[in-house]
């Protein structure tokens, strides 16, 4: 939904009738993006407290209460048929290994259903206010990383299913995997309401906090590792901890570090990937000439300075590299480059972009960037990190969309899906937080604290925890219509999901 906003002249409203306040609530709400934005410095926009007050009176068309129900069972698709259309398109011959990664437990199939849960999302209400929304906002895909400037942030890191929609649908994300994944970890039910709760207030403090500041102050927000500061809660010392471990670990993982994993001396002393099949693979020679060329269209997404970096490395080596749970069975590509020396290792990621999950519920990314998968995803990481990775591009290989960003930069994981307790809490309340930051920086930060309410509303949190429990036990409904699936031969599932 694009609305423009109102010239900051706009007379008040005096119609009392709900309808009309909430109209006129409605296009006062920024836009989160345009097709080709045009730059108008001599008229402003609604002050950001008019912009809260509107987002307080969206409340009377969408209150707090209805977000606790979790409908549209009755005419509900079949999950296991949703996820079988998901695979049409990817390669056949790892299908089967998506299928057992997706029934290794609860959670991981909660990862890999992202299309089961566009659907039910899509069924349910619908706030007036979206955002550039991450839409596969679940606790593994935050993560650590590293800055340009050397500094490792904890942040979102996947964003393959991006586009434009409503706030709330991520956040039901995040806080459905909080549920599923403290199921998991055998957590008891009041703890998982209380992560849960943590979650949305995570969400709803920063908001708050954000909702005054400067534009250029909110895109600038970085959360480092070693200053993990989020309000209205602070840090545990076992919390601190799994920080410092997981940051260390980070640190050590960088391009020579994975040169020494996955690579091989040929015997003209030259480097080439180091085979771990089906993970990693080698591929033919068409189809490297093919990627070669995909990286050599990628450069000319990248700014010209990075474009000259870029320039002074040739490729070595390209294999083929399964990753992740939902995107298994997509073409994914890693490629070795060596610069000033054979030592002087570069490892960029060149990964298949498909439609996005939401995309049969919601008008999408503005053109240009709906016009290329890998474009979309590129584009919407810039605009949702805080920090990134200064080689991100896009290109097209054999009529196919890619993205490509670097393979191994300080890349590390904070494992939240197996936490309890005052870390579980902790790690709740933080990723509420990013997700809010992430949403600031292209929603209207004050709207959407308008509707969420000030830090003392607490029925926002309670219907999020009463959805958060019921969508844990449909993921579990689901998960065992699909291991029945499996048993009956409908799907075919790898001998051993962790490969």
């Given at each position: 939904?694009?609305?423009?906003?109102?010239?900051?002249?706009?007379?008040?409203?005096?119609?009392?009738?709900?309808?009309?306040?909430?109209?006129?609530?409605?296009?006062?709400?920024?836009?989160?993006?345009?097709?080709?934005?045009?730059?108008?410095?001599?008229?402003?926009?609604?002050?950001?407290?008019?912009?809260?007050?509107?987002?307080?009176?969206?409340?009377?068309?969408?209150?707090?209460?209805?977000?606790?129900?979790?409908?549209?069972?009755?005419?509900?698709?079949?999950?296991?048929?949703?996820?079988?259309?998901?695979?049409?398109?990817?390669?056949?011959?790892?299908?089967?290994?998506?299928?057992?990664?997706?029934?290794?437990?609860?959670?991981a199939f909660l990862r890999g259903a992202?299309?089961?849960?566009?659907?039910?999302?899509?069924?349910?209400?619908?706030?007036?206010?979206?955002?550039?929304?991450?839409?596969?906002?679940?606790?593994?895909?935050?993560?650590?990383?590293?800055?340009?400037?050397?500094?490792?942030?904890?942040?979102?890191?996947?964003?393959?299913?991006?586009?434009?929609?409503?706030?709330?649908?991520?956040?039901?994300?995040?806080?459905?995997?909080?549920?599923?994944?403290?199921?998991?970890?055998?957590?008891?039910?009041?703890?998982?309401?209380?992560?849960?709760?943590?979650?949305?207030?995570?969400?709803?403090?920063?908001?708050?906090?954000?909702?005054?500041?400067?534009?250029?102050?909110?895109?600038?927000?970085?959360?480092?590792?070693?200053d993990l500061t989020f309000a209205g809660?602070?840090?545990?010392?076992?919390?601190?901890?799994?920080?410092?471990?997981?940051?260390?670990?980070?640190?050590?993982?960088?391009?020579?570090?994975?040169?020494?994993?996955?690579?091989?001396?040929?015997?003209?002393?030259?480097?080439?990937?180091?085979?771990?099949?089906?993970?990693?693979?080698?591929?033919?020679?068409?189809?490297?000439?093919?990627?070669?060329?995909?990286?050599?269209?990628?450069?000319?997404?990248?700014p010209r300075e990075r474009r000259f970096?870029?320039?002074?490395?040739?490729?070595?080596?390209?294999?083929?590299?399964?990753?992740?749970?939902?995107?298994?069975?997509?073409?994914?590509?890693?490629?070795?480059?060596?610069?000033?020396?054979?030592?002087?290792?570069?490892?960029?990621?060149?990964?298949?972009?498909?439609?996005?999950?939401?995309?049969?519920?919601?008008?999408?990314?503005?053109?240009?960037?709906?016009?290329?998968?890998?474009?979309?995803?590129?584009?919407?990481?810039?605009?949702?990190?805080?920090?990134?990775?200064?080689?991100?591009?896009?290109?097209?290989?054999?009529?196919?969309?890619?993205?490509?960003?670097?393979?191994?930069?300080?890349?590390?994981?904070?494992?939240?899906?197996?936490?309890?307790?005052?870390?579980?809490?902790?790690?709740?309340?933080?990723?509420?937080?990013?997700?809010?930051?992430?949403?600031?920086?292209?929603?209207?930060?004050?709207?959407?604290?308008?509707?969420?309410?000030?830090?003392?509303?607490?029925?926002?949190?309670?219907?999020?925890?009463?959805?958060?429990?019921?969508?844990?036990?449909?993921?579990?409904?689901?998960?065992?219509?699909?291991?029945?699936?499996?048993?009956?031969?409908?799907?075919?599932?790898?001998?051993?999901?962790?490969?």
């Amino acid at each position: 939904m694009e609305r423009s906003a109102q010239p900051m002249d706009t007379p008040p409203l005096d119609d009392d009738r709900p309808d009309a306040r909430v109209e006129a609530a409605e296009e006062a709400v920024l836009a989160p993006l345009a097709d080709f934005p045009r730059i108008d410095l001599r008229s402003g926009v609604e002050p950001w407290d008019k912009r809260r007050a509107a987002g307080k009176t969206l409340r009377l068309e969408l209150p707090h209460a209805a977000h606790a129900t979790l409908g549209g069972a009755a005419a509900r698709p079949d999950p296991v048929a949703l996820i079988e259309t998901a695979h049409e398109g990817r390669q056949s011959h790892l299908i089967p290994l998506r299928v057992a990664r997706m029934a290794s437990s609860p959670f991981a199939f909660l990862r890999g259903a992202a299309q089961v849960m566009a659907w039910d999302l899509a069924q349910g209400p619908r706030s007036a206010i979206d955002v550039v929304m991450n839409g596969d906002a679940h606790i593994s895909n935050f993560g650590l990383f590293g800055s340009p400037q050397g500094d490792v942030v904890l942040d979102l890191n996947d964003f393959d299913e991006v586009t434009v929609g409503p706030w709330e649908w991520d956040l039901k994300r995040l806080c459905a995997s909080i549920e599923v994944a403290a199921r998991d970890a055998g957590v008891p039910p009041s703890e998982r309401r209380e992560a849960t709760l943590s979650a949305v207030a995570g969400y709803q403090h920063t908001m708050d906090d954000l909702a005054p500041r400067g534009s250029l102050d909110v895109w600038q927000r970085a959360s480092r590792a070693d200053d993990l500061t989020f309000a209205g809660i602070e840090i545990d010392g076992r919390s601190q901890a799994v920080v410092d471990k997981a940051v260390e670990k980070a640190r050590r993982k960088n391009n020579k570090s994975l040169l020494d994993r996955v690579g091989e001396r040929r015997t003209d002393g030259g480097w080439r990937f180091r085979e771990e099949p089906p993970i990693l693979v080698r591929i033919d020679e068409a189809t490297r000439e093919a990627v070669t060329t995909g990286l050599e269209r990628y450069a000319e997404t990248l700014p010209r300075e990075r474009r000259f970096m870029l320039s002074r490395y040739h490729v070595v080596d390209v294999a083929h590299r399964v990753v992740g749970v939902g995107s298994v069975g997509t073409r994914a590509y890693v490629a070795l480059l060596c610069g000033n020396s054979d030592q002087d290792a570069l490892f960029l990621q060149v990964k298949e972009a498909v439609r996005p999950a939401h995309a049969p519920y919601l008008r999408g990314m503005p053109e240009p960037y709906a016009s290329h998968e890998g474009e979309r995803v590129i584009y919407g990481q810039r605009l949702l990190q805080a920090v990134g990775d200064p080689l991100l591009g896009w290109t097209t290989i054999e009529d196919r969309p890619f993205y490509v960003r670097q393979m191994k930069n300080m890349k590390g994981e904070i494992p939240v899906s197996r936490m309890t307790g005052r870390s579980l809490l902790y790690f709740s309340h933080a990723y509420g937080a990013l997700l809010a930051k992430a949403h600031a920086r292209t929603g209207d930060a004050a709207a959407i604290a308008g509707y969420c309410g000030h830090d003392g509303r607490a029925d926002l949190r309670e219907a999020l925890a009463d959805w958060s429990a019921a969508y844990g036990d449909r993921n579990a409904e689901d998960y065992e219509a699909f291991r029945a699936a499996i048993a009956a031969g409908r799907l075919r599932a790898a001998d051993d999901p962790h490969l």
